[in-house]
């Protein structure tokens, strides 16, 4: 059964300073990877899906990596902002042939002024 | 498009009660998943339909969850009878796609169901 773990569960940093967030996983076979943000009170929002093809995923400020083998993503924010503050989950796609989202527990991100 | 709606946005009831969670996906979208969000599981997957049916709903923690899609645009999660550890945010997402599509299709969440059971 597919596990995914996400450190840190929080972290609270000043505007500007550049961060990572880490994901693994247990099982390697796996079609894509996601990282998605939320809101408080708030549903989900995709914000850079990576294909177990790739190793990478750019999305403005955002970058995110991913190395299959190891079971590990990392998604950076480059110069941090207020804005920036939710929770971000990490979520992966098996390749059984079902459509189904492993999600971590995310990591609640604070970022002050 | 409006996105994934769901209704209602909060729900509080007594133990026992039944209680019906509705969702309506975007429009052309041909999967639609339920999912569970608790502070102490993370986001749980209950059950996803492709096409109106259902095609795993190994994720329903037991007979007192039901759900159906009587058509494209409309799902229904019930709960009879309700317990106060159903306590929880629901959220029903849907994907156009489904697994391993060679572009990579992500799934649209609706805001939630913030269910209290008392």
């Known amino acids: 059964k597919q596990e995914v773990t996400q450190i840190p569960a929080a972290l609270s940093v000043p505007e500007g300073e550049n961060l990572v967030l880490n994901c693994s996983f247990t099982d390697s076979a796996i079609y894509n990877l996601q990282w998605f943000r939320q809101d408080p009170g708030k549903g989900l929002t995709s914000l850079l899906l990576?294909?177990?093809?790739?190793r990478e995923q750019t999305s403005g400020r955002l970058n995110a990596s991913l190395d299959k083998s190891s079971g590990r993503s990392t998604l950076y924010i480059a110069a941090s902002q207020p804005g920036d503050s939710a929770t971000y989950l990490c979520a992966v796609e098996g390749d059984s042939g079902y459509s189904t989202l492993t999600f971590g527990k995310g990591t609640m991100l604070l970022v002050s002024p | 498009d409006a996105g994934v709606i769901q209704s209602p946005r909060h729900e509080v009831t007594e133990m026992g009660q039944e209680v019906t969670l509705r969702c309506k996906p975007i429009s052309g979208h041909d999967y639609l998943f339920w999912y569970r969000q608790t502070m102490m599981r993370g986001l749980e997957l209950l059950i996803y339909f492709n096409n109106n049916v259902p095609i795993d709903d190994s994720g329903m923690p037991e007979d007192r969850f039901s759900a159906k899609m009587p058509n494209a645009s409309f799902s229904t999660l019930k709960i009879q009878p309700s317990e106060p550890r159903d306590s929880a945010v629901y959220f029903c997402?849907?994907?156009?796609?489904?697994?391993?599509?060679?572009?990579?299709?992500?799934?649209?969440f609706g805001p939630g169901t913030r269910l209290l059971v008392l």
């Open positions: 997402a849907s994907s156009l796609l489904g697994a391993g599509g060679p572009v990579g299709e992500t799934q649209y």
């Open positions: 990576i294909q177990s093809s790739q």
